[in-house]
């Protein structure tokens, strides 16, 4: 694919440089950011992207080691995505790729079972996927966990990291983030592996319609007739 993908939280590079750098997909991110730089996606900044022809994909991460909260941890986690996709007005069907950004360990040595040897991760991304649903599953993070959700069928979208994957890849993973930066070391670079690796952008937001002036005439008490002055802010539809 020839499609250029980055992925940044902090750093927010500008339009421009995104469209010298020919970036056709960024990845930005979901959470419970309280930072003053602001880590997050805003409606504004996803306006903007779009605008300029740049999809988003969706990661959801404020602490590399959320997962390992299990059920509990997937609940509150579930609840924020939902309100931030409401508020940027990230598409209904679009997915998360829920990040544990950490070298999750083997729970369960002696098990075959990947979902045992997840452990409490496996937990969080059971949660996630009972309540989201398989379109909205997925997740980010090293080969063994990447590998071990998609056997569980946990998820649909894999997002894996070179960190954490000994030199293994997943090939039903959609994204690969190989340790390459671009813009100056500002983003992260990514290898798509399908064309559909959950991307998005916002519909434009149709013009305001003129504002249209009228005359309101009406039956006077006495006979005849009375009237006053009106307007109409959306095409006619209501007059004050």
Known sequence: MTIIVADYGFTH???AQLLAAKVGAVGRYFGQDTSSDGKNLTRAEAQLLSAAGISVFSIFEYGAQQAAGGAAQAAKDVTLARQQRHD?????????YFAADFDVPDYAPQSTDPLA??????????YIHAHMGSVHAGAYGGYWLISRLFDAGLITFG??????????WDQR????????????GEADLDTPER?????????????SPPQQDGYLVLPGQAGGFTGRAVTSTDAGRTWS
């Open 117 to 126: 040897k997840l452990g409490p991760v496996g937990e969080y991304y059971s």
């Open 159 to 168: 997002f894996q990291t070179v960190a954490w994957s000994g030199g293994q």
């Open 88 to 96: 940027v007005g990230m598409p209904f069907d679009r997915p998360f």
């Open 195 to 207: 064309t559909d690796f959950g991307q998005w952008t916002l519909a434009p937001t149709p013009p």
């Open 13 to 15: 590079p500008k339009i």
């Open 173 to 184: 993973a959609c994204l690969r983030q190989g340790g390459a930066t671009i813009l100056g």
